[in-house]
DNA sequence: TGATAATGATTACAGATCAGAACGATTGTC
DNA sequence: GACAATCGTTCTGATCTGTAATCATTATCA
């Protein structure tokens, strides 16, 4: 009789789940140097390309609820990395902004962003790396990924210290 | 003066920690026409592909501590879908195995994983579809992943309903 | 104008989930 | 034959989570 393997062999969607769990990982143990949580990286990029939103809109993006993200932004600003500036206008919303310190960490966090890209794929020359990139970004494309936010955001407690 | 962007453009490694949560919530979605979860989808193929491990082995695959472990293969076994049997020689471990049910049901799993597979890479041709399958799986070798097993079965709760 | 509905930020709260310690049963060591 | 180690399990305190209530502000519209 002949032995069919259940598990025939993973395939692209299984690799990129678990690629990019490991990616995920990897980016958050990384950052863990400059005490922050991949969630909060988030934030600063999504604060750096857009800035002035409203806390609703950017929990949205996020995917967290509004009442999860006001301690989430709470620290952030604490710290002094971000500011809640009140709306003339419209004085219930709060416009979220970069404060300098936090502009200068977002370049260290770009560092450790080439560092990381690096690392994960030094198994690829320099074309091969091209060429993944394309293909990936065709995929992000068609399913209608949006740059800079990513699902992974939901959730805070990814922090295990093996 | 030159505006520059803070997010240069999304890298290799974050398109895949963001399509790697995308393709894994997409899964989560289709695998619960079956009532099952992604960690749970996972132990049924471990047990697949090596049968009779003990439970302290898998929950260590997993990601998860023992303690956790219980409780989450408690279900599985009341469904019927995995057996307990005592190990003869050591009866302090409980060696795991696939029922036919469990067989059945991971049958209808693999046909969900070739459904979502298509449609994940619909923006693809098909030699375009291996070639990304060739360079993943370059990385996933020289990054040490086993084949399988991903961190994302670390967590049992990833079951929203928006 | 003025009452009512809608919206943003926040707090309150109750339930789920987590990891590690503690526990009995069994086995290896010497 | 005592003692340490291992496996499965239960217990437990702390953490995290989403929903609903709250307060201030703004829009709607008669």
Same mark, same amino acid.
């Given at each position: 009789?002949?032995?069919?393997?259940?598990?025939?062999?993973?395939?692209?969607?299984?690799?990129?789940?678990?690629?990019?769990?490991?990616?995920?990982?990897?980016?958050?143990? !990384?950052?863990? =140097? *400059?005490? %922050? &949580?991949?969630?909060?990286?988030? +934030? $600063?990029?999504? /604060? #750096?390309? @857009?800035?002035?939103?409203?806390?609703?809109?950017?929990?949205?993006?996020?995917?967290?609820?509004?009442?999860?993200?006001?301690?989430?932004?709470?620290?952030?600003?604490?710290?002094?990395?971000?500011?809640?500036?009140?709306?003339?206008?419209?004085? !219930?919303?709060? =416009? *979220?902004? %970069? &404060?300098?310190?936090?502009?200068? +960490? $977002?370049?260290? /966090? #770009?560092? @450790?962003?080439?560092?990381?890209?690096?690392?994960?794929?030094?198994?690829?020359?320099?074309?091969?790396?091209?060429?993944?990139?394309?293909?990936?970004?065709?995929?992000?494309?068609?399913?209608?990924?949006?740059?800079?936010?990513?699902?992974?955001? !939901?959730?805070?407690?990814?922090?295990?210290?093996?």
């Amino acid at each position: 009789m002949t032995a069919s393997p259940p598990t025939p062999q993973p395939g692209v969607a299984f690799l990129l789940a678990q690629l990019g769990a490991h990616a995920a990982g990897l980016f958050a143990e !990384r950052i863990a =140097a *400059l005490d %922050l &949580t991949p969630p909060q990286a988030g +934030l $600063l990029r999504m /604060l #750096a390309a @857009a800035p002035g939103r409203s806390q609703r809109e950017l929990a949205g993006d996020l995917g967290m609820p509004p009442s999860r993200f006001v301690p989430f932004a709470d620290e952030l600003e604490k710290r002094g990395l971000i500011e809640r500036r009140r709306n003339a206008s419209d004085r !219930r919303v709060y =416009a *979220l902004h %970069l &404060t300098e310190k936090g502009e200068a +960490l $977002l370049a260290e /966090l #770009a560092q @450790a962003g080439m560092a990381h890209e690096h690392l994960l794929c030094e198994a690829l020359t320099a074309e091969e790396h091209d060429r993944l990139l394309g293909l990936l970004r065709r995929i992000a494309d068609q399913q209608g990924l949006r740059p800079d936010v990513h699902p992974g955001y !939901r959730t805070l407690r990814p922090r295990p210290k093996p």
